[in-house]
């Protein structure tokens, strides 16, 4: 199970890695013109880096939280 703290850090590096390729590959479509293969390499670099937030959401979807509020189940013998 995943704590609290683990989920928000893990909500912040997705984020992160979406809107950070997003805009790589802005970056990268506006160079085509002046450097090709730069503007490519950004481009790949930058969706890459994107699709790699959207499959963490999908992994941040399967983690259990951790639920302090309710109480643990007693062994009883």
Same mark, same amino acid.
């Given at each position: 199970?995943?704590?609290? +703290?683990? #989920?928000?850090?893990?909500?912040?590096?997705?984020? @992160? #890695?979406?809107? %950070?390729?997003?805009?790589?590959?802005?970056?990268?479509?506006? @160079?085509?013109? /002046?450097? +090709?293969?730069?503007?490519? &390499?950004? &481009?790949?670099? %930058?969706? %890459?880096?994107?699709?790699? %937030?959207?499959?963490?959401?999908?992994?941040?979807?399967?983690?259990?939280?951790?639920?302090?509020?309710?109480?643990?189940? /007693?062994?009883?013998?």
């Amino acid at each position: 199970m995943a704590s609290a +703290r683990t #989920l928000a850090r893990l909500d912040k590096l997705i984020w @992160t #890695l979406i809107f %950070g390729g997003l805009l790589v590959l802005v970056l990268g479509i506006a @160079t085509h013109d /002046e450097a +090709r293969i730069a503007g490519w &390499s950004l &481009s790949v670099l %930058g969706g %890459g880096v994107a699709a790699l %937030g959207f499959v963490l959401i999908y992994v941040r979807s399967r983690l259990p939280q951790d639920d302090a509020s309710q109480p643990r189940p /007693e062994n009883r013998a």
